[in-house]
């Protein structure tokens, strides 16, 4: 949860302070602690994250049958 708004974070803001944690992790200038606590609020935002992305997944699936498609497709990037 965010400690200002008493909201959770989105799923941006989870990735960028997931991000921002395991960057302070590798440089190694933690201490043992500190970098227990980033690994625990990691593990905390990467469940959030998830959580995040099943809802919209689910959201997805329940639209697309509505719309009379039953499975998802593949994404195909076709890009490259």
Do not use: C, W
């Amino acid at each position: 949860m965010n400690k200002k708004t008493g909201k959770s974070p989105d799923l941006e803001t989870s990735l960028k302070e997931i991000t921002t944690l395991i960057e302070k992790m590798e440089k190694g200038d933690l201490s043992l602690e500190q970098s227990l606590e980033s690994f625990e609020r990691g593990i905390t935002l990467i469940k959030h994250a998830q959580k995040i992305l099943q809802d919209a997944e689910q959201k997805v699936q329940i639209l697309m049958q509505k719309n009379g498609q039953e499975e998802l497709e593949d994404y195909e990037n076709n890009e490259e």
